[in-house]
């Protein structure tokens, strides 16, 4: 599982950075996450093929997070673009979508599949064999979604030397992967747990963007390999909170402590700060395993 940040900076562009935008690979699928002006750009610079993404997560219709959606969708279309694309966001952006392509008369040559959310609770909103995806309910100005990536087990791993060793044909190692008891050679049945390891752990990685500290969410988010928390200000400014329905530094962590996450990285951070490393400074004397999100920046998770 990898996230490649492609924007994180609030409200505005600025020269050398781009409001929300993200990648997130798991396991070879891409699903891209918020899309800020400018992230047909960020995409290309970081040498993303187009049409391996097919699963576009949008957290809220504020502009910063999805003004760049339309263009990217324009230009999959002038690319002869065949495949699906499914967008997930909230209620409003298939009119939005379609009203810019209707009065454009620039229809796309592919399946534009909406999948619009309004529930305030979370949610399952895709299942592949591969991974699971659920809403965070957020509190911001306008009906917010964070989104939690849950990868699904991997196969288990094959103990060659106890497989052999138990006689069992190598005919069968498929099914040992898949868990499976399989008989050997004899005809005895041999448990799965004798000749093989328990996969890799799943990993999991949870978005949230654009919202007010809100304590509700740390059981929706507990233990996660990376958790993505906004920090649009520091403690000194605080006070704009409550109007913007962001949240500070200090508090993005004190959410990754009370949910144990194993990393926090902060982003959308307002454009009056020219020195960002007061975030990171901010946010350890909470969370130590703090870092900043960065454009064009790669987390492993």
């Known amino acids: 599982?990898?996230?490649?940040?492609?924007?994180?900076?609030?409200?505005?562009?600025?020269?050398?950075?781009?409001?929300?935008?993200?990648?997130?690979?798991?396991?070879?699928?891409?699903?891209?996450i918020d899309c800020g002006e400018g992230t047909q750009v960020a995409l290309r610079k970081s040498k993303v093929k187009f049409a391996r993404v097919k699963h576009i997560f949008i957290s809220h219709l504020h502009g910063d997070h999805f003004y760049?959606?339309?263009?990217?969708?324009?230009?999959?279309?002038?690319?002869?673009?065949?495949?699906?694309?499914?967008?997930?966001g909230p209620k409003g952006i298939k009119e939005i979508i379609t009203l810019q392509?209707?009065?454009?008369?620039?229809?796309?040559?592919?399946?534009?599949?909406?999948?619009?959310?309004?529930?305030?609770?979370?949610?399952?909103?895709?299942?592949?064999?591969?991974?699971?995806?659920?809403?965070?309910?957020?509190?911001h100005r306008v009906y917010t979604n964070g989104f939690l990536f849950k990868e699904k087990p991997g196969e288990r791993k094959l103990n060659i030397e106890a497989a052999v060793a138990a006689k069992i044909d190598n005919s069968y190692f498929r099914k040992l992967k898949a868990g499976a008891d399989v008989p050997n050679l004899e005809g005895k049945l041999i448990p799965n747990e004798k000749v093989t390891f328990p996969p890799d752990p799943s990993k999991s990685y949870a978005f949230c963007s654009d919202t007010f500290y809100n304590p509700e969410i740390v059981p929706l988010i507990e233990k996660v390999s990376l958790l993505y928390h906004e920090a649009t200000f520091l403690e000194e400014h605080k006070h704009l909170c409550e109007k913007t329905k962001h949240s500070t530094a200090k508090e993005a962590a004190m959410i990754a402590k009370e949910a144990g996450v194993k990393r926090l990285v902060l982003g959308h951070f307002s454009t009056r700060y020219s020195d960002l490393n007061l975030f990171l400074e901010e946010a350890k004397t909470v969370f130590e395993n703090t870092e900043l999100a960065e454009d064009y920046k790669v987390f492993e998770i």
């Open 1 to 32: 599982m990898t996230l490649t940040i492609l924007g994180c900076h609030a409200a505005t562009p600025k020269t050398f950075h781009n409001p929300t935008s993200q990648l997130l690979d798991v396991r070879g699928q891409l699903f891209l």
């Open 101 to 139: 392509l209707k009065l454009g008369k620039a229809w796309t040559n592919y399946n534009l599949i909406f999948h619009e959310l309004e529930t305030k609770s979370s949610q399952l909103i895709l299942e592949d064999d591969k991974v699971e995806v659920y809403t965070i309910p957020l509190k």
């Open 68 to 88: 760049g959606l339309i263009g990217l969708i324009s230009t999959f279309t002038l690319l002869g673009r065949e495949a699906d694309l499914h967008i997930y």
